[in-house]
């Protein structure tokens, strides 16, 4: 049995870590959800856990007087960047990971919900979780805000409509706006959950899932390196005490 653990923020339901489970069960991690979506508290510090994962969700970061939550998630995503514990965010996670910070969190000009090409930046060739990855790459997107690239953070990727798609802080802090992680299940249940938005973007949830068969071995290639690389910063072991 594995002796670390990992917490994950959960936002929405059908947002689960999809193919981040096969990396963190290949290292021999366990994934704690912390359902906050459903009422779950969220931890006030780290204790024995040794990385955190934020996931995807509806919720905008400036939604905090809707979803009190976002403010408790920051405050722990704060200890943790303190104590250098390896951060992954997705998605609203990346957001949330860019707000604590200090980027602009904000609504983009257009949605990016679908399949589209993403672009390395030169600094992505150096990185431990990006340098095996061939660039232009087609993911999986679905975010209507977008950041600047945290000050003092590495740009990572870009797309045609979004400039910051993804960024490292520090050696372990990892934020990914695009979505790596999902499976065909995933992709479906997203599209029954969030319909009234594609709708109202005037996107068809049956083409996105018309494509998926020949996007999704590429992009789960990439996620299958990207994520068994983050699992290689966590500590082995128990190493750290209550913070």
């Known amino acids: 049995m594995s002796l670390r653990k990992v917490f994950v923020l959960q936002h929405a339901a059908c947002e689960t870590l999809g193919t981040i489970a096969d990396a963190l069960q290949e290292a021999r991690v366990d994934a704690t959800y912390i359902r906050a979506f459903a009422g779950e508290p969220i931890p006030t510090h780290m204790g024995e856990a040794v990385g955190l994962i934020l996931m995807g969700g509806p919720m905008g970061v400036y ?62 060739r150096a990185d431990v979780l990006w340098s095996g990855v061939t660039s232009p ?11 600047d690239c945290p000050s003092g953070a590495v740009p990572l990727a870009y797309s045609e409509v979004t400039a910051c798609q993804a960024f490292r802080y520090g050696t372990s802090a990892y934020g990914l706006l695009f979505h790596l992680e999902v499976t065909e299940p995933l992709i479906a249940e997203m599209v029954r959950t969030f319909a009234e938005e594609l709708r109202e973007a005037g996107l068809s949830g049956e083409e996105i899932l018309r494509q998926a068969p020949q996007h999704l071995p590429a992009v789960q290639q990439i996620g299958r390196t990207v994520f068994r690389a983050w699992t290689r910063l966590i500590p082995s072991g128990i190493e750290t005490s209550l913070r």
């Open 63 to 124: 939604e905090q007087d809707r979803y009190p939550f976002l403010v408790e998630e920051m405050r722990l995503i704060e200890r943790a960047l303190a104590a250098g514990t390896p951060i992954l965010g997705v998605c609203l996670g990346s957001q949330l990971l860019a707000s604590v910070l200090g980027a602009h969190v904000r609504r983009g000009p257009q949605k990016e919900i679908g399949w589209f090409p993403v672009w390395l930046t030169e600094a992505a």
């Open 137 to 147: 790459f087609i993911a999986y997107h679905w975010h209507g805000d977008v950041f």
